[in-house]
Every structure is written in structure tokens, then in C-alpha cells.
């Protein structure tokens, strides 16, 4: 595991790497570029490339940590990506169980596998499952988040790239919000992001504002009218001594 400057969480932990992508927010993927340059540097967890790789000797990396933390799962892959099976998936899952003093956070594109899972394995309340919708082409995956069968759910509206107007969040408790950032990286605006504000404090669901993005991510910022938004769902009485 390692520690991260991803806004949202403290750690990432990658038993999955490599990806495929399959909607427009992929376009301009960090973790493919990342994993691009870690295989040049030679870093044998990236000997395929960004080819989707099983790493089993980090599977119960987590239970070696002790203190608890809380933990993005598969930062550079998706744990539900087609090529990992649900029993490499269950797997996974029964150590994060194990490991029920964390709070991980499961983080996918493809929420129908999510649904499916959730109908087939138990997930564990220290898990938070969440999908990515970065425009309104992808909004079934909200649908399907809310038929998972799980304690707290979230979205990642990052890279927002386009409007996401009166979206219903019945049943979620968490939104996170940014902008594409890096080479290429796609212009927010303002009213996209105050809109699913707004939309957050309608269904009383806890905002996240990560970054405004852009080639400059650190000089653009996360403040939003004058105001840094960090809400995330409760977290146990151990995160906050």
C-alpha cells in the first residue's frame, strides 16, 4: 500500500492493475500514463504494461497495517474490469472483510459487474462501493449503484465533462467532484459543478470538491464560491481521535 495525495483518501492498495477503457472520461486515463512510465523505469508490477494483472502477494497487504486508514482500492485498475473474475473479486473482498478496522473504498466504472457482485457477496460495511459518471451519456451506472446491495454508496463525478442536470441521489451518500487535470485535460464549468452542489444539499448528501483541474492543477485549486467542500460520510470513532 501506499500513501497518496488523492484529496478523498489517505492510501491506495493495488492487488488489480491495468485497465481498458470504455467511456469518455477514459480519454485521458492518469493511471495509464502513470503505468506507461512505470514500465520504462522497469517496475515489475507493470511488466505488462497497462494490461489488466493480477497481483496476488498483495491480496492481504492490508491486514499487515494496523492502524487504521482509509484505503482506495484498485487506484490504477477496476476491480470490476470484465477480465477479473468474481471469484479473484470475492477474494479481495474477504480481506478487506478481515481487515474491518479499514474503510476501503471500491471505486468502478463498470457497475453492472458492481450490482451483479453485490447480489451474489455480502459486502461489508467497512467497504464503500461508488461508480464514476463524468457526463450524462453514463448515468445508467447510477441506476445500478443504487440496486447494489451495500451500507454506503458514492459517485465520482471526475472528470465532470459535462452537465449532470436533476440528478436524483436518493440512496447515495457521497458525491466527489473535479476537473480533468494533466496534458489534454477538458475544461469544467462552474454552473456543472454548483448544480450537482445543489443537488447534494436537496438530497442532504455529503460534497466532495477535489480540484478544479486543468494543466495547473495545484494553481487552480478546490475552492468553490469562496468555500472549500471536504464532506465525506461518517467515519468511524477511530479516523477522528
Avoid at 485521458?28 to 520504462?40: E, S
Avoid at 480540484?211 to 494553481?219: L, P, R, S
Wanted: some cysteine.
Amino acid at each position: 500500500m501506499n500513501k497518496t495525495s488523492i484529496e478523498w483518501t489517505e492510501n491506495t492498495w493495488n492487488p488489480i492493475t491495468g485497465c481498458t477503457q470504455i467511456s469518455a472520461g477514459c480519454k485521458n486515463c492518469y493511471a495509464k500514463r502513470m503505468a506507461k512510465r512505470l514500465t520504462a523505469m522497469g517496475n515489475p508490477r507493470y511488466l505488462n504494461g497497462f494490461s489488466v494483472t493480477i497481483h496476488r502477494d498483495l491480496f492481504e497487504a492490508p491486514l499487515q497495517k494496523k492502524k487504521p486508514q482509509i484505503i482506495f482500492v484498485c487506484s490504477m485498475s477496476d476491480l470490476f474490469h470484465e477480465e477479473v473474475s468474481f471469484e479473484v473479486i470475492e477474494e479481495i473482498f474477504d480481506n478487506m472483510k478481515k481487515a474491518n478496522w479499514h474503510i476501503f473504498q471500491v471505486l468502478t466504472k463498470r457497475a453492472k459487474r458492481l450490482k451483479e457482485f453485490s447480489a451474489l457477496y455480502k459486502i461489508p460495511d467497512n467497504v464503500w462501493v461508488g461508480t464514476s459518471i463524468e457526463n450524462k451519456d453514463v448515468i445508467s451506472r447510477l441506476d445500478c449503484l443504487k440496486l447494489t446491495i451495500a451500507k454506503t454508496k458514492f459517485l465520482s463525478c471526475e472528470p465532470l465533462i459535462g452537465p449532470l442536470d436533476n440528478i436524483d441521489l436518493s440512496g447515495i451518500d457521497w458525491v466527489v467532484v473535479g476537473g480533468e487535470s494533466g496534458p489534454g485535460s477538458r475544461p469544467i464549468e462552474k454552473s456543472w459543478v454548483t448544480h450537482i452542489k445543489n443537488q447534494c444539499e436537496l438530497y442532504d448528501v455529503n460534497f466532495f470538491f477535489k480540484q478544479w483541474g486543468g494543466f495547473n492543477k495545484k494553481k487552480n485549486g478546490r475552492e468553490l464560491e469562496g468555500k472549500i467542500y471536504s464532506q465525506m460520510p461518517e467515519l468511524p470513532s477511530a479516523f477522528t481521535k
